[in-house]
């Protein structure tokens, strides 16, 4: 069994897949994943469009302007509901932070099934919503294609380019 750390470390942005399906099963973990994740009041405010047929793929594949997100099995299209997204008092609105948390743990439910993704967001949000015809109040946040990978995770990555602890601490005044 992997530990934690261990588990983030094998994850990577992969844009390389092979022409594998993804199982049902593995799918609905993966799903199960991003549902038990906490959000603020426990307002849930996330959609998941699951795109699995090719065409479909590739329309949502015109909204980003990489060719490699075509070869995905599945490209999970995460979105965030403002109508039910909690608002703190200042009416900052906590739809994109509950859904970056949901995002995360579906990530690493895929990678502990020995699937891959990638956290897309710089994709046109206006012609995704008019290709899955959302209403005003569902936001898509990010693209993540699902699949099984066609290369390895460098898991050395880590340490060449994440900063040290010590850059990212500060101890109390």
């Known amino acids: 069994m992997t530990n934690f750390v261990g588990l983030a470390k094998k994850r990577y942005s992969c844009r390389n897949y092979l022409d594998i399906p993804v199982e049902e099963e593995k799918l609905l973990t993966v799903l199960e994943a991003a549902r038990i994740a906490p959000s603020a009041a426990n307002q849930q405010p996330w959609i998941f469009y699951i795109i699995r047929n090719k065409e479909n ?3 949502i594949s015109t909204t980003y302007h990489r060719e490699w997100l075509k070869n995905a099995s599945i490209i ?3 979105c965030a509901d403002h109508s039910k ?3 703190r008092s200042d009416g900052k609105d906590y739809a ?3 859904l970056a948390i949901a995002i995360d743990h579906l990530m ?3 990678t502990e099934l020995d699937l891959a993704t990638c956290w897309i967001c710089n994709f046109d949000s206006i012609k995704c919503s008019e290709i899955l015809k959302l209403p005003q109040n569902i936001e898509p946040l ?3 294609p699902l699949a099984y990978p066609a290369d390895i995770a460098d898991t050395n990555r880590h340490s060449q380019f994440r900063k040290p602890l010590k850059e990212i601490i500060k101890k109390e005044l």
């Open 57 to 59: 793929i590739n329309n």
């Open 76 to 78: 999970i299209v995460a």
């Open 85 to 87: 997204s909690w608002k």
């Open 96 to 98: 994109d932070i509950d």
């Open 108 to 110: 690493l439910q895929a």
């Open 142 to 144: 990010a693209i993540i």
